[in-house]
């Protein structure tokens, strides 16, 4: 596996040049191997700054749209982050090995079961539910972070209502092409909004099964 290595360390040299600097983030891109969220036939491409399809069609995000989500969320070790898009569990991973307490939801069931066994054996701190990510987790709120991993039609209020005041969430906004925004709570009324370029996800979906876990 020698030249899978060697392909992540070209990875991350591609991310800092590409502006991502808190190391942190490089650190866990340097523990975490891409590869094993992944089917084995794509595992010469995991390392390369590329999007890859996963099951029940939809995608591992490229490593740079990782890498700078999980920077704008400046993760301090025992924050408490909700993710919206367990996906391939890659993302959780990444927050998971920087220190935060991730828990994460998955809309796709039969992707949930597969991610949810994958992430036992890699990493047994993260907590994953199958639902709709519209509607968060109120059991578990309020969350320090929040991260949207699929492109969203808005911010949705249920969401903002389950972060702590002084909370970021990092979610990309809108049809087609997404305009990656950052809020961050001030009070239960305001909230300060900062944009960050367009970015391009599958779209956030609401969970129409009677047998989602109920929170």
């Not at 891409?34 to 390392?47: D, G, K, N």
């Not at 828990?103 to 992430?119: A, G, V």
């Not at 699929?150 to 087609?176: D, R």
């Not at 239960?188 to 900062?194: F, H, V």
Request: hydrophobic letters at 40%; a neutral charge.
């Amino acid at each position: 596996m020698e030249y899978l290595q060697g392909a992540k360390k070209g990875l991350i040299t591609l991310l800092k040049n590409k502006g991502i600097h808190d190391e942190s983030v490089l650190d866990a891109f340097d523990k975490v191997e891409r590869h094993l969220f992944v089917e084995s036939f794509l595992w010469s491409h995991a390392y390369e700054d590329i999007a890859l399809q996963i099951h029940c069609n939809q995608t591992i995000s490229q490593p740079y749209t990782v890498a700078f989500q999980t920077q704008l969320l400046e993760i301090k070790k025992g924050d408490k982050v909700l993710e919206i898009g367990t996906g391939s569990g890659f993302q959780a991973a990444i927050l998971s090995q920087i220190g935060a307490k991730v828990y994460s939801i998955e809309r796709q069931y039969d992707l949930y079961k597969k991610t949810k066994k994958l992430l036992e054996t890699i990493d047994y701190r993260i907590i994953t539910f199958f639902g709709d990510g519209f509607e968060g987790i109120p059991k578990y709120a309020p969350f320090d972070k929040m991260i949207v991993t699929c492109g969203a039609p808005n911010v949705p209020t249920s969401l903002l209502k389950q972060l702590k005041i002084g909370g970021i969430i990092v979610i990309p906004v809108g049809e087609g092409t997404q305009k990656m925004q950052r809020l961050t709570k001030i009070n239960d009324e305001q909230y300060k909004e900062e944009a960050f370029g367009d970015f391009v996800f599958v779209p956030m979906l609401r969970n129409t099964s009677e047998t989602k876990d109920h929170f």
